[in-house]
């Protein structure tokens, strides 16, 4: 499979880019203008940049991991997320469509969505399917549902050949430490290290799904491969844990003794308490089934943060 990847600079693109490589594809990394000079430039604004990207990428698969996704954000400035989430998908599908005009090539596109398009959800409607209506309670969800309407509009009506992954929350080394999970190994790195033995956290009762990122991505590539076009596939463990067994676990393999404290500047404004997901139509649709144990997920993470100051230093 040849394959071009948006957003290969970011956590989940860096990983999908390196396990299609390892699975024998062809794998073109496409980022932004202040990326590495390796990755092929596109501007989701422009046009002109995504008919440059497929033209030389030749693909037969374009997964779009390109997005704002740090919910934090999209809530200080909604439009930015609006404009870069479901603007920039527009333009992807139409330079995908005027690229099958002039190659006769139909590329399959795997639009990668989100878990937080399901907002609040009853514990009741747990473990959460593909038909149940989004309920997005952020401008981010908001903005990852508005794009898949999109996706799914032009895969009835124009031929668009695609399929939606609404991940749940994914973790592993490479992941930006303004997400909770790195946060907390980072914190706990320094004070192993010497350091004051307080953390701050935010909500800690919020029960996810978390899956390692590597089993997330080699999700998508058995998606682009065998997924049925206009379908959306749940990528998820299929169990639920909360913050605080996470952060319970990244302390005993920290081994060190620490004080917890809440942080009002962590907590967000719209959390949903539970959220964990299905896998049954992705399964039976690849047979793809995780690989890595939560603890050895946490122990990499935790790893990597201990390796950051010296990294850094």
């Known amino acids: 499979m ?6 290969a600079s970011g956590f989940v693109g860096r990983h999908l880019v390196e396990h299609l490589a390892a699975n024998g594809h062809t794998a073109t990394a496409a980022g932004g203008p202040h990326d590495a000079e390796e990755m092929l430039p596109i501007d989701l604004r422009d046009i002109d940049s995504l ?12 997964f779009h991991l390109a997005a ?3 919910v934090p954000r999209s809530i200080e400035d909604p439009t930015e997320t609006y404009a870069t989430n479901v603007v920039g998908t527009a333009n992807l599908l139409q330079a995908l469509r005027e690229h099958r005009r002039r190659s006769g090539t139909n590329v399959r596109l795997v639009f990668v969505s989100s878990a937080e398009v399901y907002g609040a959800q009853p514990s009741h409607a747990m473990p959460l399917t593909e038909t149940l209506a989004p309920n997005p309670v952020n401008p981010y969800a908001a903005s990852k549902a508005a794009a898949e309407a999109i996706v799914l509009g032009e895969v009835r009506s124009l031929g668009v050949d695609a399929v939606i992954t609404r991940a ?11 997400f909770a999970v790195p946060a907390f190994a980072t914190q706990l790195a320094a004070i192993a290290a010497g350091g004051d033995p307080v953390m701050l ?3 800690l009762e919020a029960k996810r799904d978390f899956l390692d990122v590597r089993d997330v991505v080699a999700a998508y590539a058995a998606l682009a491969q065998h997924g049925k076009s206009g379908e959306i596939y749940n990528v998820c463990s299929g169990t639920a844990a909360s913050m605080r067994d996470i952060l319970s676990e990244l302390i005993r393999i920290a081994h060190v003794p620490v004080e917890v404290r809440e942080d009002p500047a962590r907590m967000r404004p719209a959390d949903v308490p539970l959220l964990y997901g299905s896998n049954a139509k992705l399964r039976e649709a690849t047979d793809w089934v995780p690989a890595i144990p939560l603890r050895a997920t946490l122990q990499d993470v935790y790893r990597e943060a201990q390796m950051r100051p010296l990294r850094h230093g």
């Open 68 to 70: 704002q996704a740090f």
């Open 168 to 178: 749940f929350n994914h973790i592993g080394p490479g992941q930006n430490e303004r």
């Open 51 to 62: 008919h440059a990207a497929l033209d030389l990428a030749r693909p037969g698969a374009v």
């Open 2 to 7: 040849r394959a071009l990847v948006t957003g």
């Open 201 to 203: 956290v935010g909500n």
